[in-house]
């Protein structure tokens, strides 16, 4: 369309005379990520705009609000530290971001495809410890999936996790009703039966469990606990079946883990982990 701005729009311009924009990383519907380098400190940082035709839809705007209210309050080790917000010179809302250098743990998964247990309970522990910190805020990510979970190569601190995509639109802050919540939100191959279901009313933190303990599976066997070539058939095992036995498909694993897993995957969440 003629009217739509490039997506490189901000490249090589100045934000509020604080931050240059040296290039896109990503872009999507709602928000567009670039790479900038925060003129004082001579650091490289991270800044999402809302889309431009968005920055008048007053719900959009609110979402984004919203988002960077949230996000900042968190205040976690790992998750994405917010460092600034505003509004650029043509009116796109922004919010400012630590940069982050390495790589997620899809990427990570296609590359090697599964990871000896050590890993995965080094990760595991650092996703449910940011995890935890949200939900002791009353916020449920409800996307949780290996492409939210960055690995950060830091020194000393090997695949050091960051949780991304605490994005409005799979938030729920506490005595706040879910938006859309009608709409299944969420990655079907992570999707608690919960949500396959629609039910609205049981989404709290135990689906974050459910997805985290998905994640944990494929990273031990190189798949998610339920496969399925349609996605009919997929949110079919997710909401009626069990996973077939993992322990006997990856050698050395110990007979405690599966057990854990398996309860992190009991298809009603008052059977699943309190926390």
């Known amino acids: 369309m003629p009217n739509e701005p490039r997506t490189d729009a901000f490249v090589g311009t100045v934000i509020n005379g604080a931050y ?15 790479e900038a380098i925060q003129l004082r400190l001579n650091k490289r ?37 917010v460092i600034d917000h505003g509004q650029s010179g043509t009116g796109e809302p922004y919010l400012v971001m630590e ?13 090697v495809r599964r990871l000896p247990i050590e890993a995965v309970v080094h990760l595991v522990r650092q996703v449910a410890s940011a995890l935890g910190a ?8 409800r996307d ?22 605490f994005g409005i639109s799979k938030m729920m802050a506490a005595h706040t009703r879910l938006t859309n919540a009608a709409h299944a939100v969420g990655t079907p191959a992570y999707m608690s039966p919960e949500q396959a279901t629609g039910m609205v009313d049981d989404i709290d933190h135990h689906i974050d469990q459910w997805a985290l ?12 606990p339920f496969v399925a070539e349609d996605r009919t058939e997929l949110l079919y095992q997710i909401i009626r079946m069990e996973p077939h036995p993992l322990a006997s498909r990856v050698p050395g694993l110990a007979a ?20």
């Open 256 to 275: 405690t883990v599966e057990p854990v897993l398996r309860r992190a995957l009991r298809k009603r969440p008052v059977d699943r982990f309190p926390s």
């Open 134 to 141: 949200a939900h002791a805020q009353g916020i449920v990510h």
């Open 20 to 34: 240059r924009v040296t290039r896109l990383i990503a872009e999507g519907g709602m928000a567009a990520v670039y």
């Open 45 to 81: 940082v991270a800044i999402k705009f809302l889309a431009r035709r968005l920055s008048a839809d007053q719900k959009a705007l609110a979402r984004f609000r919203r988002e960077t209210e949230i996000t900042s309050r968190l205040g976690h080790p790992h998750l994405v530290e």
């Open 144 to 165: 949780l999936k290996p492409a939210n979970i960055f690995l950060l190569q830091l020194p000393g601190e090997p695949d050091f996790v960051k949780v991304l995509d």
């Open 99 to 111: 940069y982050l250098d390495g790589e997620d743990l899809d990427h990570r998964l296609r590359r």
């Open 213 to 224: 303990a998905c994640i944990a599976w494929e990273m031990l066997l190189g798949a998610p």
